[in-house]
T-cell receptor
Framework: ELKVEQNPLFLSMQEGKNYTIYCNYSTTSDRLYWYRQDPGKSLESLFVLLSNGAVKQEGRLMASLDTKARLSTLHITAAVHDLSATYFCAVVHSNAGGTSYGKLTFGQGTILTVHP | DAGVIQSPRHEVTEMGQEVTLRCKPISGHNSLFWYRQTMMRGLELLIYFNNNVPIDDSGMPEDRFSAKMPNASFSTLKIQPSEPRDSAVYFC???????????FGQGTRLTVV
């Protein structure tokens, strides 16, 4: 059974600081997604990471994937209040032949609060 | 495209009543997912359809829950009878054949009293 674990689950940051959210998963997968969810809202796709060593950046957020370590990171640079939200990683299940069929398992989510 | 459309956005019902949640996926997407989100359990996949056929319903909690997809543009998730522990936000998501990225609807917030 695929398990996805994020840490930390709660993150309180000061504006201007840097921090990293970690996402570990338990079985082979070659695709990982990061989503953002604002309170009471839906999930918004941030990054799609498709291969080992993949790195994507958008504004103050940068995501990377290490499939050998089964680890993805979401790095926040010089945090601003607008980044306050819950961040989820989600891993695509692969079958025994390595084919992805789209079933996503989500981590618990990291609640990020950025303070002035 | 309007995205994945769910209805209703909010539903409050009494224990024992039947509840039906509805989803219209993005046109052209051939896979549809129903997720449930609670504080205690996070986001759980309930059921997954591919080309209108249920592929994996291992996440459906019990027989009170059922889901259908009669055609490519409509799906329902029914709870009968509903119980207070079913209170959650239910999300529908869809994806195209060419991608594993899922696009989520706005969710239905269900409260069973």
């Amino acid at each position: 059974e695929l398990k996805v674990e994020q840490n930390p689950l709660f993150l309180s940051m000061q504006e201007g600081k840097n921090y990293t959210i970690y996402c570990n998963y338990s079985t082979t997968s070659d695709r990982l997604y990061w989503y953002r969810q604002d309170p009471g809202k839906s999930l918004e796709s941030l990054f799609v990471l498709l291969s080992n060593g993949a790195v994507k950046q958008e504004g103050r957020l940068m995501a990377s994937l290490d499939t050998k370590a089964r680890l993805s990171t979401l790095h926040i640079t010089a945090a601003v209040h607008d980044l306050s939200a819950t961040y989820f990683c989600a891993v695509v299940h692969s079958n025994a032949g390595g084919t992805s069929y789209g079933k996503l398992t989500f981590g618990q989510g990291t609640i990020l609060t950025v303070h002035p | 495209d309007a995205g994945v459309i769910q209805s209703p956005r909010h539903e409050v019902t009494e224990m024992g009543q039947e509840v039906t949640l509805r989803c219209k996926p993005i046109s052209g997407h051939n896979s549809l997912f129903w997720y449930r989100q609670t504080m205690m359990r996070g986001l759980e996949l309930l059921i997954y359809f591919n080309n209108n056929v249920p592929i994996d319903d291992s996440g459906m909690p019990e027989d009170r829950f059922s889901a259908k997809m009669p055609n490519a543009s409509f799906s329902t998730l029914k709870i009968q009878p509903s119980e207070p522990r079913d209170s959650a936000v239910y999300f529908c998501a869809s994806r195209p054949w060419t991608s594993t990225e899922a696009f989520f609807g706005q969710g239905t917030r269900l409260t069973v009293v």
